[in-house]
C-alpha cells in the first residue's frame, strides 16, 4: 500500500489538516516511551512456580484463538530479559510501561508470594533504572490466576480483595524503586470482553456477569490506591482506560452514543474519578441487573484521587440506533465471537468506518486523539493526562539479513513500515496540538515495544517498533522504532 506523504506546508497555526505536521517540540518533561503486557511477551507460562492464568486456560480451548496460538513461548521475554532491556537502553526509551502477571506472584492467587516471581520483576526494574528508563508497573494487564476464576473470577466480589493482598505484595518488594503505578489496564475489556461477549479469557458471555465484574474490577481499583497510597506514600498512582470516541450518522445517533459511552467510558470514570454510576447506565441495564452487587461504601472506596489518567487510543466508533429491520451492522472493532459487550444495549448498531484502516480493520482517526484528550480534560480539569497505549497493526516484512537493530549495518535487516511510522506522526501531532489546546498531557507510551501475543488474534497481528521472528526470536528494529528513537533523542517531531 502506498501512503501519500503530503508536504508540510503549513497554512495555519493549527497545521496540516491530514495531521502529518514535523519539527513540532515537546517539552523536555514530557516522557516518551512504549509499553507491553506480560502474557504477550514473557512466556514461560509454567516456569518458576508460575500459575495457570485465564489466558493459559483460554488459550488451550480449541478455536478461541487465532491458528490456535496461545503465550506459552511469546516473545521469551521471561528468558531474554537483559537482551530487551538493552535494546530498550538502545532506542533511548524515557519510560517503559510493563505488567506484572499475578498467577508469578501468587499462582493461585491468594498466600505467600512466590520469591521467583518477585526476584523477575525487581531485575526487571533494576535493569530499567540501570539504564536510565523510568519504570511504570501496571498489576493487572488481565492475566487473572486461574484459580480465582474457578471460584466466580470478577464476579465474585471476594477477587477485588484479593487483588488489594496482591497489590500490596508487590507494592512491598518493588516500591522502593518504582515510582508510577497502574492498578488496571482496560477493566472494560476484562469485563464486557471477557464476561460479556466471550472474545476475552475467561469467554463467558452474560451481561450480568460482565456488570458485576466491571463493578468488582472497579472495587479492586479503589481498594488498590489505598494499599499504594499506605505502601509507597510518594508514589504517583493512575489507572489506564481504554476510550471509546464515538461519532453519529443520523438523528437517532445522540441516543447510541449516550448509551454506548455510558457502558464503554462512564462506567469506569463515573465512579472512579466522579464518585458513582450514571443513573442513566443503571436505568439502561435494569433488565440486565438488579445492580445489587454494589454494596454500601463502595462508591467511597473507589473514588480515589489520582495522579494521573492512564489513556488508551487507537480508533473511533460510528453509532445509531437500529431500525429492528435492516440488517444491523456490528462494526466495533472487537472480535465477534457470538457474545455481546453491550448489555442493555443491543439495539445500538456500529457501522463501518471511512478508512484506511490498520490490519486489525480499525480506522486511522488522529483527530479522534485529539478529541479525546481535550474532552477529558474539560470533563476531569486538573487531572493530568497519560497516553499510555496508541499504536497501529500493520503486515510487516523483513528484508535483508543479519543484525536487526537500531545499530545495524548497512545491508541487515529492516522492516520498512512506512504506514506505521505515518500513523504515529499523525498521533503524536494530535498529543502536541491537545497541549497546544491546554490539556495536561505528561507523556506519551507507543504501543507495542515489540510483535506479541494479540490477544484472540494470537500472533496473526504485529502491532510492534520492533519486529519478532517467532521462530527463532531475532529482533528487529522496525523504521517505526528508528523514527521513535530519532523522536525520543530530540523530543521533535523528525521530518
Known amino acids: 500500500m502506498t501512503i501519500d506523504i503530503l508536504p508540510d506546508t503549513r497554512e495555519s497555526p493549527e497545521g496540516n489538516p491530514d495531521y502529518r505536521d ?50 506459552e513461548v511469546a516473545d521469551d521475554h521471561y528468558n531474554r530479559l537483559e537482551d530487551d532491556l538493552d535494546l530498550m537502553a538502545d532506542l533511548g526509551l524515557e519510560a517503559y510501561r510493563f505488567s506484572i502477571a499475578w498467577p508469578r ?70 516500591g522502593d524503586r518504582v515510582q508510577v503505578w497502574t ?148 462494526a466495533d472493532g472487537h472480535k465477534d465471537v457470538g457474545g455481546s459487550p453491550w448489555p442493555g444495549s443491543l439495539d445500538v448498531e456500529f457501522l463501518t468506518q471511512d478508512g484506511p484502516f490498520t490490519a486489525m480493520g480499525w480506522n486511522i482517526a488522529p483527530d479522534g486523539l485529539e478529541e479525546l484528550l481535550v474532552s477529558l480534560a474539560e470533563q476531569f480539569p486538573g487531572l493530568p493526562l497519560m497516553i499510555t497505549e496508541n499504536g497501529a497493526a ?19 535487516a529492516r522492516v520498512h513500515d512506512a504506514e506505521r511510522l505515518d500513523y504515529l506522526r499523525r498521533h503524536f501531532t494530535a498529543a502536541h496540538r491537545a497541549i497546544g489546546r491546554g490539556v495536561d498531557l505528561r507523556g506519551y507510551l507507543v504501543w507495542s515495544l515489540l510483535d506479541n501475543f494479540e490477544w484472540g488474534y494470537g500472533y496473526s497481528k504485529r502491532f510492534g517498533i520492533v519486529h519478532v521472528d517467532y521462530e527463532t526470536q531475532q529482533r528487529t528494529v522496525k523504521d517505526s522504532g528508528r523514527w521513535l528513537s530519532k523522536l525520543i533523542r530530540s523530543h521533535t517531531i523528525p521530518e
Open 105 to 174: 506472584i501468587q499462582p493461585l492467587g491468594s498466600g505467600a508470594a512466590n520469591e521467583a516471581g518477585l526476584e523477575f520483576y525487581s531485575r526487571l526494574v533494576d535493569g530499567l533504572l540501570d539504564r536510565g528508563i523510568r519504570p511504570i508497573a501496571t498489576l493487572y494487564h488481565w492475566d487473572l490466576p486461574q484459580a480465582l476464576e474457578d471460584a466466580g473470577g470478577w464476579t465474585n466480589r471476594e477477587t477485588a480483595y484479593r487483588f488489594a493482598e496482591y497489590a500490596r505484595l508487590v507494592a512491598t518488594e518493588l
Open 22 to 71: 514535523s519539527g513540532l517540540v515537546f517539552d523536555t518533561a514530557f516522557v516518551i516511551g512504549s509499553a507491553t503486557a506480560s502474557y504477550q511477551i514473557e512466556g514461560a507460562v509454567t516456569a518458576d512456580g508460575r500459575g495457570p492464568s485465564i489466558w493459559d486456560t483460554f488459550s488451550a480451548t480449541p478455536g478461541a484463538i487465532v491458528n490456535g496460538d496461545t503465550g
Open 394 to 412: 500493520f503486515d510487516d516484512e523483513v528484508v535483508g539479513e543479519g543484525d536487526g537493530g537500531l545499530d545495524g549495518g548497512v545491508g541487515g
Open 183 to 330: 492498578t488496571l489496564n482496560e477493566p472494560w475489556c476484562s469485563a464486557f470482553l471477557g464476561y460479556g461477549s466471550g472474545a476475552h479469557a475467561p469467554g463467558r458471555t452474560s451481561g450480568a456477569d460482565a456488570l458485576a465484574a466491571m463493578h468488582h474490577l472497579n472495587l479492586a481499583h479503589g481498594l488498590a490506591v489505598q494499599v499504594l497510597r499506605e505502601v509507597v506514600p510518594n508514589a504517583e498512582v493512575s489507572v489506564t482506560l481504554n476510550f471509546h470516541v464515538l461519532r453519529g450518522d443520523d438523528e437517532s445517533s445522540p441516543q447510541a452514543i449516550r448509551r454506548i459511552d455510558a457502558l464503554a467510558n462512564r462506567s469506569f470514570t463515573g465512579p472512579m474519578l466522579a464518585g458513582g454510576y450514571p443513573a442513566d447506565l443503571i436505568a439502561d441495564t435494569a433488565e440486565v441487573t438488579d445492580w445489587s452487587f454494589v454494596h454500601a461504601g463502595d462508591a467511597a472506596i473507589i473514588h480515589q484521587p489520582l495522579d494521573f489518567l492512564g489513556v488508551n487510543y487507537y480508533s473511533t466508533a460510528r453509532v445509531r440506533m437500529w431500525n429492528g429491520t435492516s440488517p444491523r451492522e456490528n
